[in-house]
C-alpha cells in the first residue's frame, strides 16, 4: 500500500518499470475512492489472506548470515600502571594463586610465594604483552607460515616454545650459553614493562652505562630497538644526572698590563724591587738573574770596574746569536 516500501525494501529494475503502486501510487488515490472499511484487529489465528498480506509487507533479506568468532587479548591494567619490575611478578603471583585456590580448594597453596611461582607469573605477564604487541607475527607462526617481511622481528628468526612465548631464534644455539641467553624473551621498544625492566636492572647494577645494561637484560629479554631506549631512560635518570653533572667554570679575569705589555727583561721587576738600591747594585742583581735563567757567561772584571748594563746587554747579544 506504502509506495515508499518498494525502494526501501528492494525491487529489481525490470519489475520496477512495471510497478503501478511506484508510479501512479495507490489505487484509491487515483481514483478518488478511500476505503471506508476501518481498521480489522485480529483475533486467533491468521487467515490466508491475512498472511499473504502480512508476506508482502515483509522485506527481501538477501544478505547472508555470517558469524565470526573473534579471540582479542586485552592488555592487563596491571602491566601499564605498575612502575617495579619486582612488584608487577609479585602481584600477578598472588592473583595467580588466588585463581588456583578457588579452582582448587582441596589443594590450596598458602605462605610466601615461591620462585617457581615467580618465574610462571613472569611467563603470564610476557605472554600478554606479546599477544598485544606482536600478534600478527604469533598467528603467522602458529599457522606454519613466515612471519611479514615488514616485521620488525624478521632477522631475529623467532620462534614460539612450549610455554606459548615468543624468542629470539639466533645462531647461538650450539653455543654453551644458557636457554634464557641464547634464545631470550622478545618484549617491545615502547611498553611500561620494558621501562621498569630496564629501571630495574640499571638500578641492580649501580647505574651502569647503557651498553653495560643492555648486555645485562640481553641474558633474558630482548627489547626491539632496545639501544635507544636505554640511552632514553638512563638519560633521564635523576641519579646519574648528579653523579654525571659537571662544575661550571668561572670566566678569568683580564690580565694585568705587565702580562701584556712587551718590555725588556727585568725592567719592570728592576723598576719595582731595586727603586731604592744603587745604580751599581742593581745591575749586579740584573747579572745574577739573568744567569739563573738564561745562558749567560760570567766574566771575572775588578771591583773598581763600572758595568753598563747596555754593554753588558750588547755582550750577551753577541753570545746568543754569534
Ligand atoms: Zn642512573
Redesign the pocket.
Known amino acids: 500500500m506504502n509506495s515508499a516500501d518498494i525502494i526501501s525494501r528492494g525491487l529489481h529494475a525490470d519489475k520496477l518499470q512495471e510497478n503501478e503502486l511506484w508510479w501512479s501510487g495507490p489505487p484509491f488515490l487515483v481514483n478518488n475512492e478511500y476505503p471506508g472499511v476501518p481498521m480489522r484487529l485480529v483475533d486467533g489465528d491468521l487467515t490466508s489472506k491475512d498472511e499473504d498480506m502480512i508476506s508482502s509487507e515483509l522485506k527481501l533479506s538477501t544478505a547472508n548470515q555470517v558469524c565470526v568468532v573473534t579471540h582479542i587479548v586485552e592488555p592487563l591494567d596491571v602491566i601499564n600502571n605498575c612502575s617495579s619490575f619486582t612488584k608487577l611478578k609479585r602481584i600477578v603471583a598472588w592473583c595467580k594463586r588466588f585463581i588456583n585456590n578457588t579452582r582448587n580448594p582441596l589443594n590450596r597453596t598458602s605462605g610466601t610465594l615461591t620462585t617457581s611461582e615467580l618465574s610462571q607469573s613472569l611467563v603470564c605477564i610476557v605472554k600478554n604483552i606479546q599477544r598485544t604487541a606482536f600478534i600478527k607475527e604469533l598467528q603467522s607462526l602458529e599457522k606454519g607460515t613466515s612471519i611479514p617481511n615488514n616485521s620488525e622481528l624478521v632477522n631475529l628468526c623467532p620462534f614460539i616454545d612450549d610455554d606459548r612465548l615468543l624468542k629470539v631464534g639466533g645462531r647461538l644455539k650450539n653455543s654453551n650459553l644458557l636457554y634464557n641467553q641464547k634464545c631470550p624473551l622478545i618484549i617491545p621498544a615502547k611498553h611500561n614493562f620494558t621501562f621498569i625492566v630496564i629501571n630495574y636492572y640499571?638500578?641492580l647494577y649501580f647505574?651502569a652505562g647503557a651498553e653495560t645494561i643492555l648486555s645485562l637484560i640481553r641474558n633474558r629479554f630482548w627489547i626491539v630497538r632496545g639501544r635507544n631506549t636505554v640511552r632514553k631512560i638512563?638519560f633521564n635518570?635523576?641519579?646519574?644526572?648528579k653523579?654525571n653533572s659537571k662544575g661550571s667554570n668561572q670566566i678569568m679575569g683580564q690580565l694585568p698590563v705587565a702580562r701584556v705589555t712587551p718590555t725588556r727583561a727585568f725592567n719592570r721587576f728592576m723598576n719595582t724591587f731595586t727603586r731604592k738600591m744603587p745604580q751599581q747594585m742593581r745591575e749586579m742583581l740584573k747579572l745574577l738573574c739573568l744567569n739563573s735563567t738564561t745562558r749567560r757567561r760570567l766574566q771575572v772584571v775588578p771591583d773598581n770596574a763600572q758595568i753598563n748594563a747596555k754593554d753588558y746587554d750588547m755582550q750577551d747579544t753577541k753570545l746568543l746569536h754569534p
Open positions: 640499571h638500578a647505574h638512563i635518570c635523576i641519579i646519574c644526572k653523579i
